[in-house]
């Protein structure tokens, strides 16, 4: 026996609104907002979830209907695994459609889906909240903007002047806040003018707590002069191979001690951490 789809009249029998309707559309009036805040295709989750299709446990997709147009929010990758399944044709797919939010609501949606969605890079869960206008977000790329960087946001490929380490970089400025995060970020343009490998998730976690140790204690021009002669892949390697023994983010501060201080004593700053 099948059971009769009648999904708004029962809401409303316990006087229950959901924010959203369900629909057929047909997958090819959906549209991905990839250029906005939606992330990319992965072609190998479609495929996943294609030959693991389950219509038991399958989510509808949240669309959102705005302007006349059907913009997916949540669940491109569940609708392109349907599209494969069959035969890389189009095909009607019930939604959930939501009605009244505008792009900003809709980018925030995006930055919070949780449940069987694929957990967001920290980058992509950037923009879409820069995008849906959340303030803390928006201060942080002010404040990297400020030091003229900005980020790769769908990519952990390493690029002149853009940090692709995300997560990391968003982890420091809200734990040493962004006077320090802002300067330690200067020094490392300063020294290394921007080039990719100092962008890497040891050398920010090193600047920035070493600017948080010896605040006003060391000399700028000489901190650049050293490191400039150093290549930011030491600091990993260093860091990596550990010759200090220190654990956490202090093997990192480590070969940037090191090289401020040098071979010489004079003005070497002393070890705190």
Request: proline share 4%; hydrophobic share 40%; glycine share 8%.
């Amino acid at each position: 026996m099948r059971l009769k789809n009648d999904t708004n009249n029962y809401a409303t029998s316990f006087n229950i609104t959901p924010p959203y309707q369900m629909l057929v559309l047909h997958s090819k009036v959906l549209i991905y907002p990839r250029e906005i805040y939606q992330r990319g295709i992965e072609r190998k989750r479609v495929e996943i979830i294609a030959a693991d299709f389950n219509e038991y446990i399958a989510n509808e997709p949240k669309v959102s209907f705005r302007d006349g147009k059907y913009y997916v929010v949540n669940g491109q990758h569940t609708i392109e695994g349907r599209i494969l399944r069959n035969g890389g044709e189009d095909l009607p797919i019930l939604c959930k459609v939501y009605t009244g939010l505008t792009m900003e609501q809709e980018a925030l949606l995006f930055a919070e889906q949780n449940g069987h969605s694929a957990p967001l890079t920290a980058g992509i869960k950037l923009r879409a909240k820069v995008v849906g206008g959340d303030a803390p977000s928006k201060a942080f790329l002010v404040a990297t903007n400020r030091v003229g960087l900005t980020f790769n946001y769908d990519s952990l490929q390493l690029s002149d002047y853009r940090i692709s380490c995300v997560g990391t970089a968003l982890k420091l400025y809200n734990q040493m806040g962004e006077k320090i995060y802002c300067e330690a970020l200067r020094l490392i343009v300063a020294a290394w003018d921007g080039k990719p490998d100092s962008f890497r998730a040891a050398v920010l976690r090193g600047m920035v707590h070493f600017v948080e140790l010896y605040r006003g204690e060391f000399s700028e021009e000489r901190l650049v002069r050293a490191l400039s002669s150093v290549h930011p892949m030491e600091i990993y390697r260093v860091g990596r191979d550990n010759p200090a023994k220190l654990s956490g983010w202090k093997k990192y501060v480590f070969p940037i001690y090191m090289a401020y201080n040098g071979k010489g004593r004079k003005d070497a700053l002393p070890m705190k951490f």
